[in-house]
């Protein structure tokens, strides 16, 4: 093993590197966010100073930072002075590096500074901790916290220049009540912070109790639907799983597709898994308010009904996947809430259903009689239906999510006026495959890049398809195979 015994000098590919020249790197190199490669010249970060780590060496004898294959390692210790041993080390954590997890956002150098910080912030408590025992209550005390300081009066209204002095008084004292109160573990709760590093062989542990396969999860799915359902509610949020259907989301509109069906279990359904002990802590704001968290049952990881999640420290890489599409599961939701089967909705309907939540809020029952169904049923021309339509819309104000089934989603925008487009439409790519649906031209969706857009329509365009779908339908045109099989 080898140590930095200065914590300035921190080690990046078996090179020593000091405070300075880091921050130097961090001002003067431009990043490439798309290029992976080692801290410095490439964090995506603002710089960092090592302030805190620096702060430690007043603390300790001294303070080693020591770069192994995986993690950084953090010792604070002191001479010991003893014929037996040299040392006496109080405190040794492992802090992640960048790529430790696959969430975007902390350098090496941030992780560092995170862990120094908190560490430095309760480090009396740390070494003084035979001082710092719990205040014992006597069997006829009352509980009151007399020994505590009491925190000062704000200022008075108008008092100038006062309150900075104020809130710094504040914090002292609710800091100096916190050190009477509480250990150095409940306040630095390192293990479980966004900064905290986990072995894989620990992760893999934790991942290894997950189920097994989509069999597997099924039934814990179809368990969580059971007990939530015949629950006195009929819907709830527990601690083991949540079926949110306050709604009556899976049954209120009958008869659904089999996409639809699963895709309404994974809205309402979250299940919590691999149980694990978190101990009493204290969680503390910027300004030293707190609150307490008793020992309780969490959960390493939830799954939402599509995916696995976990807190900072996964990578979503580790993770298995798991489907929900399967037809026995399909029958067994159909004849547990009696929900009949139709087709996948049309490409024409779902177009028709956007149409006229948009023209309900262009045309506001209590702003306008104007009814642009019916005045297309009344209407001689597009033309004509149009400069009426024009006429009492409302434009120019709102926005929001429309009607949203098997796949398709829309939105609305007002804002846009006539010529911008107020009206999208976008289907699932996989679910449009499956169906046959043609997807040749149609523009990806650049959010999430799995969903096209069926149809981007200005105002004008939505008034003209309008008056396609809702008006007098063409009589067929018919052709001679018509006639032969007539």
Partial sequence: MEYIEDPEEFIEDEEYFDEDELEEDFEDEEFNEDEECDLPSCAKSKKVSLTSLEGLKKHFDEVLLERTEFCNVLTLRDKANRTNYDWIVWLQVKIPFKNHNSHAGHSDEEYIEGVCKKILEWVDLLKNFEKSENKQLSLFADGSDDEFEPEPESPSAGSEGSWSK??????????????????????????????????????????????????????????????????????????????????????????????????????????????????????????????????????????????????????????????????????????????????????????????????????????????????IKKAKSFNEFKSKALAHAKLGNGGGSGYSIDGFSTSYDLFAGRKGIVLTVRQLIQLRVQLNRSIDGMEVESYDNQSVYVYKLTFDQALERAYELFGPQKPKQLDLFDFLAA
């Fill in 166 to 375: 104020y809130h710094r008084e504040l914090e002292r004292v609710r800091k100096s009540n916190l050190r009477k109160r509480y250990t150095f573990f409940e306040l630095c709760d390192v293990a479980n912070s966004w900064y905290a590093y986990h072995d894989p062989c620990v992760v893999k542990s934790w991942i290894s109790q997950l189920p097994k396969n989509n069999a597997e999860m099924i039934e814990l799915v179809k368990d969580a639907i059971v007990k939530g359902s015949t629950s006195e509610e009929g819907h709830g949020r527990f601690e083991e799983f949540w079926w949110d259907d306050s709604t009556k989301y899976m049954t209120r509109d009958g008869a659904l597709s089999d996409f639809e069906i699963i895709a309404r279990v994974k809205h309402l359904i979250r299940l919590y898994l691999v149980p694990y002990t978190r101990c009493f802590h204290v969680s503390t704001d910027n300004s030293y308010s707190f609150w307490e968290l008793e020992t309780k049952t969490d959960y390493r990881f939830w799954f939402d009904g599509g995916k696995i999640q976990g807190s900072s420290w996964l990578r979503s890489d580790e993770l298995p996947e798991y489907e929900l599409y399967d037809e026995e599961f399909i029958s067994w939701l159909r004849d547990y809430f009696h929900i009949e089967y139709k087709e996948v909705i049309s490409d024409d309907d779902v177009l028709r259903r956007s149409l006229e939540n948009l023209f309900a809020r262009a045309y506001r029952k209590d702003e306008t009689s104007f009814d642009p169904v019916e005045e």
